[in-house]
């Protein structure tokens, strides 16, 4: 039982290493059919939108948390 629960436990932790973007790939996920929004102006709509809700600007994108630092 031990054994099955180390074994288990080895598996979950190795179970997310292979995940990740290796550097050549990289470049097909930078193309614009891979953006999460198709037209820039609905983004901007939205962020607009979020910006006017919440009160707070720069949270929508990866750089900076929203919290003025960036």
């Not at 962020?47 to 994108?61: A, I, L, N, R, V």
């Amino acid at each position: 039982m031990r054994r099955i629960l180390l074994l288990a436990c080895m598996l979950s932790l190795t179970a997310c290493s292979s995940l990740g973007v290796k550097p050549w790939e990289r470049d097909l996920l930078a193309k614009p059919e891979m953006q999460l929004a198709e037209n820039p102006m609905e983004m901007g709509f939205d962020d607009h939108t979020y910006f006017s809700k919440e009160g707070s600007s720069g949270g929508g994108s990866f750089a900076g948390g929203g919290c003025g630092c960036n």
